[in-house]
């Protein structure tokens, strides 16, 4: 089943790695990249929106990960298996290491390879070319450690409540959610 809507429907969403644990912010990404935070999500349909992550030179292991952490690769040739550790693959290609992560999170389709790969952009830096796409949007808050609480996940901007029809508390701000902690 397709939704005729999906080119209205697709939003930007814009995330900042620095400081970010690898594996947290990839999941976070691949659900956002599948569009499963939506009402119209369909596993087979393209759904998903467009991500944009900078400073992803600025992202962390946990552990001994960044000596003990191999991305390997076959030149093709007769004994051409290469590897890398992740301290290395961080000097080389420091945007490799998340998409990597992100894209191995999602099942090799057509619709990862036609659709979800090219809505994602990683940069190492700060600067990036989207700025009139995301509109002046601030990036999402950090993943947190612990998924607790009425953490919004990126669905709501961080500083709106959201009215519940309910007599709930209102949704926590980033800095609320760390204060409580």
């Known amino acids: 089943m397709s939704f005729p809507g999906r080119a209205a429907n697709l939003a930007w969403h814009h995330i900042d790695a620095q400081n970010q644990v690898v594996g947290r912010l990839s999941t976070h990404v691949a659900s956002l990249l599948r569009g499963k935070h939506k009402p119209t999500y369909h596993p087979n349909t393209d759904c998903g929106d467009a991500i944009v992550i900078t400073n992803a030179a600025g992202v962390r292991f946990t552990g001994k990960k960044w000596d003990k952490q191999l991305y390997r690769w076959h ?3 007769p004994g051409g298996l290469r590897q890398r550790t992740a301290k290395e693959q961080l000097q080389l290609q420091p945007t490799k290491i998340l998409r990597h992560s992100i894209l191995g999170m999602l099942r090799a389709t057509n619709l990862r390879h036609r659709h979800m790969e090219k809505r994602l952009f990683i940069y190492p830096g700060a600067e990036h ?4 796409e995301l ?5 999402l808050p950090p993943v947190p450690r ?3 609480g009425k953490f919004h996940f990126g669905l709501y ?3 709106e ?3 519940d029809d309910d007599e709930e508390e209102p949704m926590l701000t980033m800095e609320e959610w760390e204060a409580q902690r």
Do not use: L
Request: hydrophobic share 25%; aromatic share 4%.
């Open 75 to 77: 030149t093709g040739y």
């Open 129 to 132: 070319p989207h700025a009139k």
């Open 135 to 139: 509109n002046g949007k601030a990036p």
């Open 146 to 148: 612990a998924r607790s």
């Open 157 to 159: 901007p961080h500083n």
């Open 161 to 163: 409540v959201v009215e």
